[in-house]
């Protein structure tokens, strides 16, 4: 569980990449360029919305905006069905005296006790209990601000995967192991805070360190097959669904970081289907 702080933040984030930066201009072989890509992070800290003019002029130069999901295309009914369990509880997997402990500590962290939560899949509650420590001086968190802008420019608007993607991802992760993931991260005194797990975090973006942030989201406490589908399988969708939409507009793509490095990272996949990939470099302004 040590690193699931960061799994829930490269979302909603392996090999070297040799220069760094978080925007990369797309050029080649059938798609009109130049397109962007954009690592998000999935927060709303002033901290990472203080890029300077050369991140805006990119994302203004380009005719399409696209992120990992498009809010629009979710209904209330389809969050609804991935965020609550039909047949279970939490409390089913937990012994009496862990339950005591558990509902005490959420009662304490939320102001509200277990029972409430009690048929949230326990992914989404850690997610949810992470947030409230997480700070909120923007109105929109990075990826969500970029389309509201992108709607206030009028250009088109896509997803490149769908939401049922991530909820396939979730769930290849079985209830009592996200159960014994949230016991463990609320109760676990002998591993970082959650502050200083997100400090890190924070700090290896604010420095370009794709390596780090993907050493950071690789857990390898998790089952292999949650990593290959939260990652591995996610990221070939998005190359797809890029390269679709690139071939017809001009494209600037935010997506979460972790997804960039890595031998099956973006970057990666886009180079392996000929295109080029480059970084472009840009300064941090003071987040006033």
Not at 98 to 127: E, R
Not at 156 to 179: C, N, R, T
Not at 234 to 255: D, E, P
Not at 257 to 273: M, Q, T
């Amino acid at each position: 569980m040590k690193q699931t702080l960061s799994l829930l933040l490269i979302l909603f984030l392996g090999f070297t990449v040799q220069a760094q930066s978080l925007l990369w201009k797309v050029s080649g072989k059938n798609i009109k360029s130049p397109s962007y890509l954009y690592g998000s992070i999935h927060i709303q800290d002033k901290r990472v919305f203080a890029f300077d003019q050369t991140v805006w002029d990119a994302f203004l130069s380009t005719e399409a905006f696209a992120m990992e999901i498009l809010i629009d295309e979710v209904t209330p009914q389809e969050i609804k069905d991935a965020m609550f369990m039909k047949n279970n509880t939490i409390e089913e997997f937990l012994t009496p005296e862990q339950y005591k402990t558990l509902d005490s500590i959420v009662k304490a962290k939320t102001g509200i006790g277990l029972l409430m939560y009690n048929k949230m899949k326990p992914f989404f509650l850690s997610s949810q209990i992470m947030q409230l420590n997480l700070k909120k001086e923007m109105d929109d968190a990075l990826d969500l601000y970029f389309l509201r802008n992108a709607r206030k420019e009028g250009k088109a608007v896509y997803g490149v995967e769908k939401f049922a993607h991530q909820v396939a991802a979730i769930d290849k992760i079985s209830l009592k192991e996200q159960v014994d993931m949230l016991f463990k991260s609320l109760t676990d005194t002998t591993t970082n805070s959650d502050e200083n797990k997100f400090e890190e975090l924070l700090q290896a973006y604010l420095n370009f360190d794709l390596d780090k942030l993907f050493e950071l989201s690789n857990d390898t406490s998790l089952p292999k097959n949650f990593n290959k589908a939260f990652l591995i399988d996610r990221n070939k969708v998005m190359v797809k669904n890029f390269k679709k939409i690139a071939k017809k507009q001009t494209l600037f793509c935010v997506i979460g970081a972790a997804h960039l490095p890595g031998d099956n990272g973006v970057i990666n996949l886009l180079r392996k289907k000929g295109l080029s990939v480059e970084p472009v470099i840009f300064k941090w302004k003071e987040a006033n």
